[in-house]
């Protein structure tokens, strides 16, 4: 297993959700302008890690993210670990900012998603403007350039503003599920409770295509958690495919499903097997446990010594 990162990017200025996260792991915390920029700073070496934003409960992925993971053309990057991080979304001001004085508001995309409705309610008139970072636009709000932002309560004293309005999300509850990425070495040890991210690439487009994929990992009882096409850039209606399944690298059968995988797809990203932050465990139907394999795999070589 590599040695832990001891500087670490993130998703910045401080004050992001993402500093919100980070906080939690030990080491210098080092903020980026963008998730691009953080994971250019890993691939330079810059910094060991980054921890960066993949996907919400309520928005889904984080494309930028994906992209980045998925990008041939770069460096490959691989994900060492996983933060889940409840998020509560406040409306923020200067001091003294009233509801009915605010004409601009700025945030992130994602965040901008998650409040759109409690915004057209109570700021119909206001110009959303979208920003790198929910702490970029509160730093933008504490200087003058827009009237509001929406973002993490944190920022409210990072950068000397008031709440407005706290609870502006439209589904409470959210979480954001942050990765943990670094240059590619030895995975954590397999707990038993851990995920392993890919992109696969077609070999050519025909149909069944994305179902040939699927069958490898139903095949060998590899649950599949997330599954999502993302554009390659080669064309209209060329897309990869970026997925999440249960179970670590160093398990039959995941590695078998990598195998096969490998002789079908054109490329085939391996983006890291880690521990899932909720601890759940994978559901291991009869018939694809290691043992099973290592049995079956025996059994085939001691056909072949027949007669030997």
Not at 21 to 46: D, I, K, M, N
């Amino acid at each position: 297993m590599s040695p832990p990162p001891t500087r670490i990017g993130y998703l910045g200025p401080p004050g992001s959700f993402a500093h919100e996260a980070v906080r939690g792991l030990p080491g210098e915390h080092v903020a980026a302008a963008s998730v691009a920029a953080a994971l250019a700073a890993v691939r330079a070496g810059e910094v060991d890690a980054a921890l960066v934003p993949f996907e919400n409960s309520i928005e889904g992925s984080v494309a930028g993210t994906l992209d980045e993971l998925g990008e041939l053309s770069a460096a490959p990057l691989h994900i060492a670990a996983e933060v889940l991080l409840s998020v509560h979304f406040a409306l923020l001001g200067r001091p003294g900012t009233t509801l009915d004085s605010v004409t601009t508001v700025a945030t992130h995309p994602h965040a901008e998603a998650q409040c759109r409705v409690w915004l057209a309610a109570h700021l119909p008139g206001a110009e959303v403007v979208l920003a790198a970072s929910t702490s970029t636009a509160a730093r933008d709000v504490a200087a003058g350039r827009y009237d509001a932002a929406v973002g993490s309560p944190a920022a409210k004293a990072v950068y000397g503003l008031a709440v407005l309005q706290p609870d502006v999300a439209d589904s409470p509850g959210a979480v954001t599920r942050f990765v943990l990425v670094r240059r590619p070495g030895p995975p954590p040890a397999p707990t038993g409770a851990d995920r392993t991210t890919l992109v696969l690439y077609e070999r050519d487009d025909h149909p069944g295509v994305l179902l040939e994929m699927l069958t490898e990992f139903a095949l060998r009882g590899v649950n599949l958690t997330r599954l999502e096409s993302r554009p390659t850039g080669a064309g209209l209606g060329r897309y990869c495919f970026s997925l999440d399944c249960d179970g670590h690298l160093a398990d039959a059968r995941v590695g078998e499903a990598l195998v096969a995988l490998r002789r079908i797809c054109a490329e085939v990203r391996f983006c890291g097997s880690y521990p899932r932050a909720d601890g759940a465990q994978a559901f291991v139907r009869p018939g694809v446990a290691d043992a099973d394999f290592a049995a079956a795999q025996g059994w085939l070589a001691s056909l072949r010594t027949l007669g030997q």
